[in-house]
Protein backbone atom coordinates (compact mmCIF):
# COMPACT_ATOMS: atom_id res chain seq x y z
CA UNK A 1 0.00 0.00 0.00
CA UNK A 2 2.84 2.50 0.88
CA UNK A 3 4.84 1.73 -2.39
CA UNK A 4 1.43 2.58 -4.04
CA UNK A 5 0.80 5.68 -2.16
CA UNK A 6 4.39 6.75 -2.90
CA UNK A 7 4.21 6.34 -6.87
CA UNK A 8 1.24 8.14 -7.11
CA UNK A 9 2.93 11.05 -5.19
CA UNK A 10 5.70 10.78 -7.71
CA UNK A 11 3.33 10.90 -10.37
CA UNK A 12 2.07 13.97 -8.97
CA UNK A 13 5.34 15.57 -8.17
CA UNK A 14 6.18 15.06 -11.72
CA UNK A 15 3.03 16.87 -13.54
CA UNK A 16 3.60 19.75 -11.28
CA UNK A 17 6.88 20.08 -12.50
CA UNK A 18 5.94 19.25 -16.18
CA UNK A 19 3.16 22.10 -15.61
CA UNK A 20 5.84 24.32 -14.44
CA UNK A 21 7.96 24.05 -17.36
CA UNK A 22 5.28 24.05 -19.93
CA UNK A 23 4.68 27.77 -20.21
CA UNK A 24 8.16 28.73 -20.84
CA UNK A 25 8.15 25.87 -23.39
CA UNK A 26 5.37 26.94 -24.90
CA UNK A 27 6.52 31.07 -24.82
CA UNK A 28 8.44 30.70 -28.16
CA UNK A 29 5.29 29.21 -29.97
CA UNK A 30 3.38 31.49 -28.96
CA UNK A 31 5.49 34.04 -30.07
CA UNK A 32 5.82 32.28 -33.54
CA UNK A 33 1.94 31.83 -33.53
CA UNK A 34 1.00 35.39 -32.91
CA UNK A 35 3.30 36.58 -35.75
CA UNK A 36 1.42 33.96 -37.92
CA UNK A 37 -2.43 35.38 -36.82
CA UNK A 38 -0.97 38.88 -36.92
CA UNK A 39 -0.43 38.27 -40.51
CA UNK A 40 -3.59 36.16 -41.09
CA UNK A 41 -5.58 38.98 -39.49
CA UNK A 42 -3.87 41.40 -42.05
CA UNK A 43 -4.79 39.63 -44.84
CA UNK A 44 -8.35 39.35 -43.81
CA UNK A 45 -8.36 43.10 -43.29
CA UNK A 46 -7.57 43.48 -46.58
CA UNK A 47 -9.69 41.48 -48.32
CA UNK A 48 -12.74 42.68 -45.51
CA UNK A 49 -12.20 46.59 -46.63
CA UNK A 50 -11.57 45.62 -50.42
CA UNK A 51 -15.38 43.98 -49.74
CA UNK A 52 -16.85 46.69 -48.16
CA UNK A 53 -15.54 49.87 -49.79
CA UNK A 54 -13.95 48.23 -52.81
CA UNK A 55 -10.70 50.05 -52.04
CA UNK A 56 -7.37 48.45 -51.87
CA UNK A 57 -6.30 50.89 -49.18
CA UNK A 58 -7.78 51.15 -45.51
CA UNK A 59 -8.08 54.80 -44.33
CA UNK A 60 -4.95 55.48 -41.97
CA UNK A 61 -5.65 57.87 -39.25
CA UNK A 62 -3.47 60.36 -40.71
CA UNK A 63 -5.19 60.61 -43.97
CA UNK A 64 -6.63 63.89 -43.94
CA UNK A 65 -8.98 63.32 -47.29
CA UNK A 66 -10.58 60.71 -45.06
CA UNK A 67 -13.39 61.21 -42.60
CA UNK A 68 -13.83 60.26 -38.75
CA UNK A 69 -16.74 57.87 -39.73
CA UNK A 70 -14.67 55.95 -42.28
CA UNK A 71 -11.35 55.83 -40.38
CA UNK A 72 -13.28 54.30 -36.90
CA UNK A 73 -15.08 51.80 -39.30
CA UNK A 74 -11.72 51.00 -40.53
CA UNK A 75 -9.80 50.59 -36.86
CA UNK A 76 -13.59 48.95 -35.63
CA UNK A 77 -13.00 46.15 -38.60
CA UNK A 78 -9.35 45.55 -38.32
CA UNK A 79 -9.65 45.63 -34.60
CA UNK A 80 -12.35 42.87 -34.26
CA UNK A 81 -10.45 40.67 -36.95
CA UNK A 82 -7.46 40.46 -35.31
CA UNK A 83 -8.81 39.68 -31.98
CA UNK A 84 -10.86 36.77 -33.48
CA UNK A 85 -7.82 35.77 -35.70
CA UNK A 86 -5.54 35.91 -32.72
CA UNK A 87 -7.99 33.84 -30.61
CA UNK A 88 -8.53 31.28 -33.28
CA UNK A 89 -4.63 30.91 -33.03
CA UNK A 90 -4.21 30.89 -29.96
CA UNK A 91 -6.88 28.13 -28.83
CA UNK A 92 -5.88 25.92 -31.47
CA UNK A 93 -2.03 26.31 -30.43
CA UNK A 94 -3.39 25.20 -26.84
CA UNK A 95 -5.39 22.31 -27.90
CA UNK A 96 -2.68 21.17 -30.10
CA UNK A 97 -0.03 21.59 -27.08
CA UNK A 98 -2.76 19.74 -24.52
CA UNK A 99 -2.97 16.49 -27.39
CA UNK A 100 0.58 16.15 -27.29
CA UNK A 101 1.76 16.38 -23.69
CA UNK A 102 -2.05 15.95 -22.15
CA UNK A 103 -1.26 19.36 -20.08
CA UNK A 104 -2.68 22.93 -21.00
CA UNK A 105 -0.09 25.41 -21.68
CA UNK A 106 -1.84 27.83 -19.54
CA UNK A 107 -1.24 28.49 -15.91
CA UNK A 108 -3.70 28.08 -13.11
CA UNK A 109 -5.18 31.45 -13.74
CA UNK A 110 -5.57 31.16 -17.56
CA UNK A 111 -5.68 34.01 -19.82
CA UNK A 112 -2.81 36.62 -21.77
CA UNK A 113 -0.75 38.76 -19.30
Known sequence: MTR?????????AKTKKKKMKLPLAYKPMGFVMGWVSGSLAGLAFRKTWMAIRHEEDAPDA??????????????????ALFAVVRSAVDRTGAKAIERST???????????D
Open 4 to 12: QCDTKETDV
Open 62 to 79: LDKERGWGEILLAAAVQG
Open 102 to 112: GVWPAGDKGGR
